[in-house]
């Protein structure tokens, strides 16, 4: 699904760039001028950084907060709460008994947010989970811009038979079927004696790298298209015909003069990527192919939650409220910055 | 024309064939597949195994196999699944009315509220209403959908299934055919909850769009010409700015078609091809895979084929590669 | 999905002790209506897909489809269609009596009951019963043609090569006397019960040699009019059906019977709730449970099955090479908990052995648990002594990989015993596979599965089906992905004692149900397995269902409950 914004194409407008108190300054220095003054992008930017922080400060809570390990199992624990002993997992009160339920919201420090099927932690999980899921998200949007200008820089800037077979190699990552390759290769990397040895590092089954890689691999063509698009319009422009003509050699000319001009693109794009890839990790962990138990993500937790929807809907609504939140910061800050390192919309607003 | 017909059908076929043969090369290459012993049941003796082996020509050599399904697929169309031994193609056959009723229904949708939502923020723009119009379509852009369809069944078979909700009918799917007023009831909240993330989306592309196209020369013309502000709307700059609305439209509808919408399918049990494609997964059966999978490739290519035709009608700058 | 092991009914060998007993009275006490309710009326049935495996009765082989085969199809015996015990019981279908085997069991005559009707209008004839058993093996792909029927003279040559399959020698038919004479290359005690169940119901001559679409005519009450897998199974009256045996193939109740495909299971729930249908086949979502057994409580039949689930451990491979090792995760292992996770202890009893309660052999025992008794019930984990042993068998540290599909429930126990096995010491990782490569992927000796999930329901009720099936010697074969043995067990003084019981068991059953009780100490003290708990059925009907009633080997019987 495309969700960033393809009019993020944007055209170049440095050399348009004109107007009285501008001028004799760098491109970069007035984008990051027009940043700071855009204060809701700038709060979606702090917000963002206070996930993460948050995330990544999931074992501090776990172990002074929660008192928990929310990687094991608690089906038969109990624990205090107002000087009570509660069971974490209760058994139905309905006529016949039937039924198990996990302890809902106690609102305090153990179990804040109640616990999953498993009597696990779901607010300690949550904060786990967010963990994976930024990982994951960072990474594979970084992977798919990296390669997605490599490749594109190549097409647009060589055309002809080369841009022909990188366009249909685009076309045919566009078509994989995701999920196919995200199962398959779960199940070799879980069926191969000691995970995937790749000489350097080695993959295990529940490794992040498998669903970093994979979304990573399936966004480069949405990051090429652009890419490709703007390099074949770049090849056009004076600027570059002229460096042609005084005999420039290709790498001189991809690194000096276009290189630059696609890097705002590509930087436009990155946060609205991460936007992207972090609800698609959500969406494979979801379906149980992308991150692997015991690991957890955000995706997996709403999995987890699907079977308790209607008696412990916290379970499920806790870890998409993150997912929200989390993209929207991201596609509020992407807004932002494409404003900023593109104003021409705004300037024509006048 | 014919050229470029020529050369769209050559990598259509071209991608269906790679496709059809990396899935078919990866299938094989997962340790633990061995699709007999899968259809030989519980407790069966190597000699069976050994039958259904041969039966199902499982012991010739990779491309012969792959020549047989495609036969089985394309020209005898009696490909059997290695789970539920039945033929495939009726399969995918009655799993497409199933998704194509949630996704044109989803696409009325998110078409009408896009151009009124896009519409209505370009034209009140430096009020207080674009902003929040923006804003609402940000968040819609955020929600995951399979998590949007969770708590969409929560409220509505749930905590207020006693109330305002009452009339929603458990999740599943009932044909057009069979009852049109339960296929719409069936449908309405699938159709909303896919149509949100497309509704932000496609509103601020027709916003950004429009907002471009008025200051184009021949808008400023129109409007020098006196003509009035909703003509001049109307007429040009909405037509143009179609063009980007148009052919995104048209990829999107493609890869849905295809199963894109199978979270959605998942999460509201409606039995159509995402659905189908994800139990076929699940359940490691390569002949409803390769089906599915050429399925995808076939209308996603297609999709794309068709965008590119009509962009280039649209705009005659463009010419189609 | 999520409980994979309802769906596959299990193939089991070994002697039938209650066949023995079944084969003197064939008893024809009552040729009255079902019990409870009227005739009449269209059952609908939902299930979220259509069986797995394939629509031809001779192929297929999963629960599913046999709760509607035994009343479509007949075969020469049948188990008695009755809840209760009765229901083990082997009564003559098609076949005017249960013979007696002679030639040293190596034959049995059967004489065919007169009159009797396919759904097409054929009747049935003595070379009917030949043709099948030839189709049986023609076909190619049904399972358990090379380990159950193999044993009728000419079969083995059928096996190899099913196309030029013939059984002349094997099942003699004579159309003019109507009598059907099997000849056996072996004593087969257990030959009846292959009789009893679908692969062995008689079809008429003329089906093709390939597998259907659609189940071919049958005797029975019904017969598939439509088998749409993508939509619905239609089964209405065989209007040639009369009732010969009210013990084998009473008459049946609804008019139509209707199995719809497509819905989620929650879907299913409510429609059932509401009555707009009457039965669900799949598993009942956890979170349902609650709200079903207080609004409920009244359409919820609750059913003991004959039914195991457990860990198989490698006995092998380190870690679980050492006996000590073995009985220590066995201490350790808090069964209760992992009935809360099957749902509760409504649904499932935990236990330390390996046969389940209600069978023949089963003795209570249970040396696994906090302050051992006499009773044989599971009270609570020890887990200090599991420690201890732990800790003596010098195998801490050890990485072990725990296997278990990625179903639900199956994923919440093996994530339940890598964290109980870190506790103890070693370094466990879980290795959940697709249901569809899981079990024939531990089977295999290669994988070198440490410990490995699983579950084993009856086929029909005899001792050896677990014992010698699941940890006998021969069950175990090397490197091949058809290995029921996962634990790799194979101990030569229980095997011999388990050879005399089978042999025993031809002649003095209960003689023979003694040995296996002392088979089933002795291998639960070796700990192969790490024993989990019997499961139950639990079954959902609407309102309007009448007179339920839940059979030991075909669960519930559809056709003899009413909607009227």
Not at chain 3, 41 to 49: D, E, N, V
């Amino acid at each position: 699904m495309a969700v960033f914004e393809p009019e993020a194409e944007v055209a170049i407008r440095d050399a348009e760039e004109t107007g009285g108190d501008v001028i004799g300054r760098s491109p970069w220095a007035l984008a990051g001028r027009r940043l700071v003054r855009n204060k809701l992008a700038l709060a979606a930017f702090v917000l963002f950084l206070l996930i993460v922080a948050v995330s990544f400060a999931a074992p501090l809570y776990a172990r002074h907060v929660a008192h928990t390990d929310p990687f094991v199992s608690n089906l038969s624990g109990s624990f205090q709460q107002n000087g009570k002993t509660v069971q974490v997992i209760q058994q139905g009160t309905g006529k016949l008994g039937l039924g198990e339920t996990p302890i809902g919201p106690t609102w305090q420090a153990k179990y804040l947010l109640g616990a999953d099927e498993q009597g696990r932690d779901v607010a300690a999980r949550v904060l786990y989970g967010g963990r994976a899921s930024l990982e994951i998200g960072i990474g594979s949007a970084a992977l798919a811009c990296l390669l997605a200008t490599v490749f594109g820089l190549i097409a647009g800037f060589f055309g002809g038979w080369t841009d022909s077979f990188l366009s249909r190699a685009m076309d045919l990552v566009w078509a994989f079927p995701v999920y196919l390759l995200a199962i398959s290769l779960a199940t070799v990397l879980l069926t191969a004696p000691n995970g995937l040895d790749l000489g350097i590092v080695r993959v295990g089954a529940s490794s992040l790298w498998i669903p970093l890689l994979i979304i990573g691999l399936i966004y480069v063509p949405y990051v090429y298209r652009p890419v490709r698009g703007q390099v074949l319009s770049l090849r056009q422009k004076e600027f570059v015909e002229a460096a042609i003509a005084q005999g420039a050699g290709s790498f001189r000319l991809i690194f000096r003069e276009i290189l630059p001009n696609v890097a705002s693109t590509v930087i436009v794009l990155l946060p609205l990527m991460i936007a992207t890839t972090i609800l698609t990790e959500s969406a494979l962990s979801y379906l149980s192919i992308g991150v692997q138990a015991p690991q957890a993500s955000w995706g997996t937790i709403i999995d987890d939650g699907q079977a308790l929807l209607y008696t412990r809907p916290w379970v499920a609504i806790a870890p998409g409220i993150m997912i929200v939140l989390t993209v929207l910061a991201l596609n509020v800050f992407g807004d932002g910055l494409r404003d900023a390192l593109d104003p021409r919309s705004k300037v024509r607003m006048k | 024309m014919l050229a470029f017909t020529v050369r769209r059908l050559v990598g259509l076929v071209a991608v269906m064939f790679a496709l059809s043969v990396l899935v078919f090369l990866i299938f094989f290459a997962t340790p633990g597949i061995d699709p007999a012993r899968q259809m030989a049941g519980r407790n069966p003796s190597p000699d069976t195994i050994k039958n259904i082996r041969h039966e199902f020509g499982l012991d010739r050599p990779l491309p012969v196999r792959y020549a047989l399904m495609m036969e089985h697929m394309f020209i005898s169309r009696d490909l059997i699944s290695y789970g539920s031994h039945t033929r495939v193609v009726p399969q995918i056959i009655s799993a497409t009315p199933v998704t194509l009723s949630l996704v044109v229904g989803a696409a009325v949708l998110w078409v009408l509220f896009s151009i009124v939502f896009g519409v209505a923020a370009a034209v009140l723009r430096g009020t207080f209403f674009d902003p929040l119009l923006m804003v609402l379509a940000l968040i819609g852009i955020s929600m995951p959908v399979f998590w949007l369809g969770e708590v969409a069944n929560l409220i509505t078979q749930d905590k207020l299934h006693g109330s305002v909700f009452s009339w929603v009918p458990p999740p599943g799917y009932t044909p057009l055919t069979q009852n049109p007023w339960q296929w719409f009831l069936h449908l309405l909240i699938p159709w909303l909850t896919l149509s949100v993330l497309y509704i932000g989306f496609y509103a601020r592309v027709l916003r950004a769009n429009l907002i471009e196209t008025e200051n184009e020369d021949y808008v400023r013309t129109a409007r020098a010409k006196g003509i009035s502000e909703r003509r001049v709307l109307l007429r040009h700059t909405l037509r143009t700015s179609m063009i980007t609305f148009v052919s995104l439209f048209g990829l999107d509808f493609g890869v849905l078609v295809a199963g894109g919408a199978l979270l959605t399918e998942v999460v509201f049990g409606l039995p159509g091809v995402g659905q189908l494609t994800y139990n076929s997964l699940t359940g490691l059966d390569l002949p409803v895979i390769m089906t599915t999978v050429v399925y995808a490739a076939f209308f996603i290519t297609l999709a794309s084929a068709a965008v590119d035709l009509v962009y280039a009608w649209l705009d005659p700058r463009v010419r189609p590669t | 999905m999520r409980l994979r092991s309802l769906f596959l009914l299990v193939a089991v060998l070994g002697l039938t002790v209650i066949v023995a007993s079944a084969c003197g009275g064939s008893s024809k006490k009552k040729g009255a209506a079902p019990s409870g309710g009227k005739s009449g009326g269209t059952m609908i049935l939902l299930a979220k897909a259509a069986p797995s495996g394939s629509p031809d009765p001779q192929i297929d082989y999963t629960l599913q489809e046999w709760q509607l085969l035994i009343f479509t199809h007949d075969g020469l015996v049948a188990f008695k269609r009755t809840s209760g015990v009765e229901g083990t019981k082997i009564v003559p279908d098609l076949a005017t009596s249960v013979p007696t085997p002679t030639d040293g069991g190596k034959t049995f005559t059967f004489h065919l009951r007169s009159g009797i009707k396919f759904s097409n209008g054929k009747t049935l004839k003595a070379s009917d019963v030949r043709f099948t058993f030839e189709r049986l093996f023609k076909i190619g792909q049904s399972p358990n043609a090379g380990t159950w029927y193999n044993v009728i003279v000419g079969g083995d040559a059928c096996v190899k090569k099913p196309k030029s399959c013939s059984l002349a020698k094997g099942v003699v038919a004579n159309d003019a006397t109507n009598t059907v004479t099997f000849h056996l290359t072996r004593g087969d005690p257990e030959f009846l019960d292959k009789l009893a169940v679908p692969f062995a119901f008689i079809l008429p001559a003329g089906t093709p040699n390939k597998e259907v679409q659609l189940p071919p005519p049958g005797t029975g009450p019904y017969y598939f009019a439509q088998y749409n897998p993508t939509k619905q199974i239609r089964l209405v009256r065989n209007k040639y059906f009369h009732v010969w045996s009210s013990d084998a193939q009473p008459a049946g109740n609804p008019d139509v019977i209707l199995m719809k495909f497509g819905l989620s299971v929650e879907a299913e729930v409510t429609e059932v709730e509401n009555g707009q249908a009457d039965w669900v086949f799949d598993t009942i979502p956890a979170d349902r449970l609650n709200e079903l057994s207080s609004k409920y409580g009244n359409q919820i039949h609750i059913n003991p099955l004959t039914a195991v689930w457990y860990v198989a451990m490698n006995v092998r491979i380190p870690p679980f090479n050492s006996l000590k090792a073995r009985q220590g995760v066995n201490f350790a292992t808090d069964r209760n908990a992992l009935v809360k996770i099957y749902g509760g202890p409504k649904l499932a009893t935990p236990s330390c052995q390996i046969l389940p309660p209600n069978f023949p052999g089963y003795k209570p025992y249970c040396p696994y648990t906090a302050n051992p008794s006499s009773s044989g019930t599971w009270t609570a984990p020890d887990f200090a002594k599991g420690q201890q042993l732990v800790n003596a068998s010098g195998t801490k540290g050890a990485t072990v990989k725990v296997n278990t599909d990625t179903a639900d429930v199956d994923k919440a126990i093996g994530l339940y015993f890598v964290g109980l096995l870190n506790k103890l010491g070693y370094h466990a990782q879980l290795q959940a596979l697709s249901p569809a490569i899981q079990y024939p992927y531990c089977q295999n000796s290669k994988n070198k599965v440490q410990f490995c999930w699983s579950s084993w329901y009856q086929d029909y009720p005899a001792a050896s089906d677990f014992l010698n099936v699941l940890l006998g010697c021969k069950s175990f074969v090397p490197g091949s992905n058809a290995s029921p043995n996962i634990a790799e067990f194979c101990n030569q003084p229980i095997q011999a004692q388990m050879n005399k019981a089978l042999n025993t068991g031809i002649f003095q059953p209960a003689a023979a149900n003694n040995q296996w009780a002392a088979i089933d100490r002795a291998v639960t003290n070796q700990a192969p397995w790490v024993t989990l708990f019997n499961p139950k059925y639990l079954n959902f009907v609407s309102k309007r269902v009448k007179g339920f009633q839940f059979s030991p080997q075909w669960y519930f019987l559809i056709d003899q409950a009413s909607v009227k």
